[in-house]
Structure formats: C-alpha cells, structure tokens
C-alpha cells in the first residue's frame, strides 16, 4: 500500500500520513436510507440538508467529543479554540433593564470605545435590547471588521450612546501575578495564544528572579496539545512530555520532547475535577518530572485527542469522483493524493473526531482513570460567585474615592461582594453602591467611616481577602504556603 508524504492538517495542528482507506463498502446501504428519509420525511429537505443530518448523526454518536459541524458551527468552534474573532470584546448577560455588560477585555475595541463592566446596553444601532437574550444582542453587535455598531447604554443615571468599531479581538487566556516570592499564574484554556502569552509571563517573572510558581489549571478543560506543550517546554527539565499514540496508519504517532537542561522552577499545580485533556498533559508532564506537586481533586481524565477535517459539499464530491475516479470526503485527501486546494464554497463543514489517546512521560493512560494530587485537598468555593484565586491584592498609594475608575476599585469590589458588602456585578467604579459598601466593611472592622478607600481600609480589605482564600480555597493557600516555605 502506498504511502504519501506527511503533510499538515488544516486545522488539526496534527501531522499526517495519508494512505487508501479499507473495509466493506457501504455506500449503496447508506444512499437507500438517504433516500428513504428524504421520501417519507413529511418535510422537504434537499441534498445538503440530508447530508449534514446523516453525519451529525454519524460522528455524534461516536463519543462526547466528536461531531460534525456545518460551516457557522466550524468557524465559532475555530474561535474558540484560537481565542480569537471579530467583535468588540465584551461578554454580556441578560438583566431587568436589557441586557449587561459583565466584562470588557483588555485593549479591546469596546475598551477603546469608553465601555466600562455594568454598563447595560438598551438598543444596538436603535433597536431595543429589552427582553432579549444576551447571546441574540451579541449577534446584532457582531459584522464585519472595520464596520461600527451604536450602543445604547445606561450607566447609572446617565443614558449614552457610544459607537464601537468592530475589530479582531484576541482574548488573552493567561493571567498572572506576583504575591510575595511566588508567581501565580492561571491559565483559563490552550488556545492559539496561550503558549505566546505565557512566555511573555514567564520572561518577566523570570526577569524578577522568581523561581516559586502557583500554576492554577482548575477548570481549563484543554484545547490545543501543540499549545500546552509549548508551555511545558518553558517549565519542565529536558525529557518527554507527552507522546500521542493513533489508531489509523493515516496518522503519525507523535512525541514531544522538552530540552530545557536547567528549569529553575518549583510548582505547585492547583487541579480539580474539570482539569481535562491538554491541562492534563501539563499537569502530567510536571508531576511525571518531579518539578512540581499537583494539589487540589482528581483531574478530569479526558486523555484521548481529536483531529478536524473538512468534508467536502455533496457537490464537489460528485464533481471531483467523476473527474479522477477516487472517492475521498475530506479536503485533506484530495490535497495529499492530488494536491487540491478546495475552495470555501466547496465545503460542507468539518468532522472533529476522536483519532488517538496520549500518554504521560512516565507512560501513564490518563483517559478514564486522570491524574491523582499528590495533596488530596476540599474543593474550593465561589462566595457570591467570586473566584478568590483571580482576587489580586489591593495595591493603591493613594485614597480612592467617588468617581475612580479602574482596577483596584475591581479588587476592593470583589473583596467586598466575596465578604457579603456589597450584592452588584464588581464594575470598577467606585460609585455610591460601591461606597456604602466600604462604609459597612469600615464600621465592622473599626476603621474610620469615610466610604473612601484609603490606606488602611486597604490593608485591612487585603487581611480580609487572605481570610476569605483560607476558608473558601484550601488548595490556594495549601500550595501558596507550601512554595513560601521552600
């Protein structure tokens, strides 16, 4: 059987080897039943519908991490994982008065724009937002890169419209700071930027000589091995990382190596039960080469990998079978075995399936059984909805008072609403609200009442948050403690 050279899936960031598939021929069984749904369906339904009802079915049965997808499905899936698309860079929900900006993302073009977190948007170009669902509002600000959509908003008494102009919005999925002598970093997902985003965390925390780090990968349900691996390659000593081992000769088995001969790094790894996939690979790779303790709950145990594939239209399938005799349904075929470049309008969608399962350095199977802490600890709770991991510690030199804007006022608010002072989303204006708030914590806490957060309220709101992380996150504060004491 012929083999064709190695060549890179097209969005799959996986290497292949194409080779002739095998096995019974079932394309007369399948066309009758086809056709027997598109003649007794009470509904008409044409070719392509049919087709993309029959893999759905086909691949989405096969496991809970395969599927087909249909060209709009195929692109929010790549947003998703390349953490990037075009928009103006803000997550909402729905509320009484319409629908709320919960978050504006750094350097965005809703940032730019002068939107803030709260804000609450009534009409999108003049249309009314009011009993919508948040993710129906988020349709109508999307369009075009380079094209500007009107906001209507209210920001507490004052009604504003601010126009935005779309742009490419990359949200960036590593998060980190400096506590002390530890570096804390979090990573939310494997995305197409995470590796970038945490060299550039690491080459700062490696430029202040800190060596002690907090790796937080608490429900970072995966995303790109090549992504996970580019990190671990800046943290983990010389030797493997994770080998990917596949079922189909059209599939290369894969290993993937660390050549850092002197990693300066001690870790502990907060973990838990939706730690899955390539957080595990890390969290694998870490453990396995005795740099680092994972501390928290048993991890996910998701340890199979899934590649994509274009599939072609039922149209370009039959143009391209008549043209050349062969019988491919993906766009990866046709390029290794004739060196066709298909054309957009030439696809159906993708196939995301299950194609192999990967192993740690030690050659642990993860899949089904997931990765054990060394410290077995309680689950940590959100008091209020905060994650007091993502608190960071009040740092201003100055007093804040009414009309300060910003992220310190976004610490003390989620300090406070963590505490139970204050009940509103956390929107980094210190506003009335968020004054009376400070004003109760300032009366319990024998501070003078002034509403304003000077520097005492600060370090008492800082004492608070230590206190608030002991009893809600015990993993937090186990692995804090335990690189403090190295």
Request: net charge negative; with cysteine.
């Amino acid at each position: 059987m012929k083999k064709l050279a190695t060549i890179l899936i097209l969005c799959g960031m996986l290497l292949i080897s194409a080779v002739p598939a095998m096995g019974m021929d079932y394309g007369d069984y399948l066309n009758s039943a086809l056709e027997f749904m598109q003649d007794m369906y009470y509904l008409d339904v044409n070719d392509e519908e049919t087709i993309k009802a029959a893999l759905k079915g086909m691949f989405g049965n096969l496991d809970p991490y395969s599927g087909f997808f249909d060209n709009q499905e195929t692109q929010q899936l790549n947003d998703s994982l390349q953490g990037s698309f075009v928009g103006i860079g803000a997550s909402l929900e729905k509320c009484d008065e319409g629908v709320r900006i919960v978050k504006v993302y750094e350097e965005s073009p809703a940032e730019k724009a002068g939107l803030r977190d709260g804000d609450i948007i009534l009409a999108v170009d003049g249309v009314s937002t009011f009993g919508k669902e948040a993710s129906a509002v988020a349709s109508e600000i999307r369009g075009e890169k380079g094209t500007r959509v009107t906001l209507t908003i209210q920001r507490q008494s004052e009604k504003l419209d601010i126009t935005v102009r779309r742009d490419q919005v990359t949200l960036n999925p590593v998060s980190w700071r400096i506590e002390g002598d530890v570096a804390y970093i979090y990573i939310e997902s494997f995305t197409g930027s995470t590796g970038a985003q945490f060299g550039k965390a690491i080459d700062e925390i490696a430029r202040r000589g800190v060596t002690r780090i907090l790796l937080d990968l608490r429900d970072n349900a995966g995303g790109f091995v090549d992504e996970a691996v580019a990190v671990a390659r800046r943290i983990v000593p010389e030797g493997l990382i994770t080998r990917l081992d596949f079922k189909s000769e059209r599939l290369t088995d894969k290993t993937y190596y660390s050549d850092l001969r002197n990693s300066p790094y001690i870790m502990a790894v907060l973990v838990n039960e939706h730690t899955a996939s390539a957080a595990e690979i890390l969290a694998g790779a870490i453990q396995d080469s005795g740099k680092g303790v994972l501390i928290g709950q048993k991890t996910y145990g998701k340890g199979v990998v899934q590649n994509m594939f274009y599939v072609l239209t039922p149209e370009a399938y039959a143009k391209y079978s008549k043209k050349y005799g062969l019988h491919y349904i993906t766009a990866v075929e046709w390029l290794a075995y004739q060196g066709l470049f298909l054309e957009p309008d030439e696809l159906l969608g993708t196939i995301k399936i299950t194609t192999g399962h990967y192993l740690t350095r030690n050659g642990r199977t993860i899949h089904g059984v997931g990765l054990a802490p060394d410290i077995e600890i309680a689950a940590r709770n959100l008091p209020n909805g905060i994650d007091l991991a993502l608190v960071t510690p009040l740092g201003n030199t100055e007093t804040l008072t009414p009309g300060a804007y910003g992220h310190d006022v976004y610490q003390a608010e989620k300090i406070l609403r963590a505490a139970g002072y204050f009940e509103s989303s956390p929107d980094r204006m210190m506003d009335q609200e968020t004054q009376e708030a400070v004003r109760r914590f300032q009366a319990e806490n024998q501070i003078p009442v002034s509403g304003n957060i000077d520097i005492q309220t600060r370090d008492k709101l800082n004492e608070c948050l230590n206190t608030l992380r002991a009893e809600h996150d015990p993993a937090f504060t186990r692995g804090l403690y335990l690189l403090e004491s190295f």
